[in-house]
Nanobody
């Protein structure tokens, strides 16, 4: 079973930057990690989990972003390293949340829907101070 492990979260001042990483873990060396898409979601206390950004695994030019982060966040992936990244710039306190990465192996669903993704990481905390 695919395991996803996020890293790179932490405390940053408003206006600063962070880069999150999500690496596939627990795969045998002979197994290929080949999802249709990877995405980042986030969840703030008392709020629903929301879509942040997504990228097609084999077409890195095909990306999507929530309106709230477009122009500030950039999603990318490294197929050779089985890793997806989220570069977050111009961070605001409104970006404070637990950030989760997710993998879609079946396709067919909307990229911004939680139920499109079968595998989820444990999350990494991002806190932006004002």
């Amino acid at each position: 079973q695919v395991q996803l492990v996020e890293s790179g979260g932490g405390l940053v001042q408003a206006g600063g930057s962070l880069r999150l990483s999500c690496a596939a873990s627990g795969l045998a060396s002979e197994r290929t990690f080949s999802p249709y898409a990877m995405a980042w979601f986030r969840q703030a206390p008392g709020k629903e989990r929301e879509f942040v950004a997504g990228v097609d695994w084999w077409n890195s030019d095909t990306t999507s972003y929530a309106d709230s982060v477009k122009g500030r966040f950039t999603i990318s992936r490294d197929n050779a390293k089985n890793t997806v990244y989220l570069q977050m710039n111009s961070l605001s306190p409104e970006d404070t949340a637990v950030y989760y990465c997710a993998a879609d192996f079946y396709g067919g669903g909307g990229r911004n829907r939680q139920d499109s993704y079968e595998y989820w990481g444990q999350g990494t905390q991002v806190t932006v101070s004002s």
